[in-house]
C-alpha cells in the first residue's frame, strides 16, 4: 500500500500561502488545526518551540511543522530573513491528520536537498508574478512540497504516529482501508479486531498507540469528513447521512453538529459563502 497516494486520495487538503517576504522581527505561529510549511529563501534565524527548544540556523532551509504548536521565527539580524510561509489545513471542523504525525518540527536544509530548493524559488517566483492561474499554480507547487517533506518524514522514520503511520502498519493498513472504503458498514471495535486478526482489547490499544485517537473517534472523523466532502457537491444531507453510515438524517446532523460545531445546513451555507 502507498501512504502518500491514500493520504492525498482520502483527504482534501487546502493551503495558503500566506506571507513571502522580507520577517525582520519575531513571526508566531499557532493557529489551531494547521500544518506549516516555512521556506526559508536567505538569512539566519533562531526558531524557538513552544517547549522552550531553541534552534538556531544559518543557511536556507524548509522547516515542517505539522501540527498548531506554538513556533517562532527569530532574525538574528536587522537584514532579517527571506521567507514564504504556507499553512495547510483539510477543512473546517476537519481533524489535521497531520497532528499526530512527527513529534517536533523538522528542518531540512535546502543545500542537502536540491530538489526542494528549485521547488523552494519557483514558490517565491510564481507568489511575486501575476500571471494566470497563480492561485492553482501555487496550490499544486505545496502540495508537491508537503509530499516531498512527508516522504522524507517516511523515509528517515520520523513519522512517529498518525494515520500515515497506520496505514504502514500490518494489522492496521487494512482495517484503515477498509473503513475508508467502506464508511457504511456497521463497524464496531469487534469487526474491525477481526479484521485485523486481533483481540478487541489488544486492537483498540494498538490502534490508539499508533493513530492518536480511538478506532470509534477515528471512524467518526473519517464519516464527517467525507459527509462534508459529498455535501459541497451538491447531494441532499438525508443521502449524504446514508452513505457515510447513519440511519436517520437526525442522527447525523446531532453527530455532525456536536464535532463541527455548525449544524449541516449553516456548515453548507458558510462553506457557500466563502466559495463566492
Known amino acids: 500500500m502507498d501512504p502518500l497516494a491514500e493520504f492525498f486520495t482520502r483527504f482534501d487538503f487546502r493551503s495558503d500561502l500566506f506571507f513571502s517576504s522580507l520577517l525582520c522581527r519575531i513571526g ?26 531553541q534552534k538556531r540556523v544559518y543557511q536556507p532551509c524548509a522547516i515542517f511543522c505539522p501540527n498548531s504548536t506554538l513556533h517562532r521565527l527569530n532574525p538574528l539580524d536587522e537584514n532579517g530573513i527571506s521567507v514564504s510561509c504556507i499553512s495547510f489545513d483539510f477543512g ?14 523538522v528542518i531540512m536544509p535546502l543545500n ?37 517533506v512527508i516522504r522524507y518524514g517516511l523515509q528517515q522514520q520520523q513519522l512517529t504516529s498518525g494515520f500515515l ?11 484503515l482501508t477498509a473503513l475508508h472504503q467502506k464508511p457504511a458498514e456497521a463497524w ?8 485485523a486478526n486481533m483481540s478487541r482489547s489488544n486492537f ?7 493513530i492518536g485517537i480511538s478506532a470509534m473517534d477515528y471512524l467518526t472523523q473519517w464519516r464527517l469528513t467525507l459527509a462534508q466532502r459529498k455535501m459541497r457537491s451538491g447531494l441532499p444531507i438525508a443521502i449524504v447521512a446514508e452513505e457515510v453510515g447513519y440511519q436517520y438524517a437526525s442522527a447525523f446532523s446531532r453527530i ?14 458558510k462553506q457557500q459563502q466563502s466559495d463566492q
Open 28 to 53: 508566531e505561529f499557532n493557529e489551531p488545526n494547521k500544518s506549516y510549511l516555512h521556506i526559508v529563501h536567505q538569512g539566519a534565524f533562531d526558531m524557538m518551540l513552544s517547549n522552550h527548544v
Open 92 to 105: 473546517e471542523g476537519v481533524t489535521n491528520p497531520l497532528n499526530q504525525a512527527l513529534d517536533e518540527c
Open 112 to 148: 542537502q536537498h536540491p530538489e526542494l530548493s528549485a521547488l523552494s524559488s519557483a514558490v517565491y517566483q510564481e507568489y511575486h508574478s501575476e500571471q494566470p492561474g497563480k492561485a492553482v499554480s501555487i496550490h499544486h507547487l505545496c502540495a508537491y512540497f508537503l509530499i516531498r
Open 165 to 175: 503511520c497506520g496505514l504502514g502498519d500490518a494489522k492496521l493498513g487494512k482495517v
Open 188 to 195: 464496531q471495535l469487534d469487526n474491525m479486531a477481526e479484521l
Open 204 to 210: 483498540a490499544a494498538h490502534f490508539k498507540k499508533v
Open 256 to 269: 455532525f453538529t456536536a464535532k463541527i460545531g455548525l449544524s449541516p445546513l449553516k456548515w453548507l451555507a
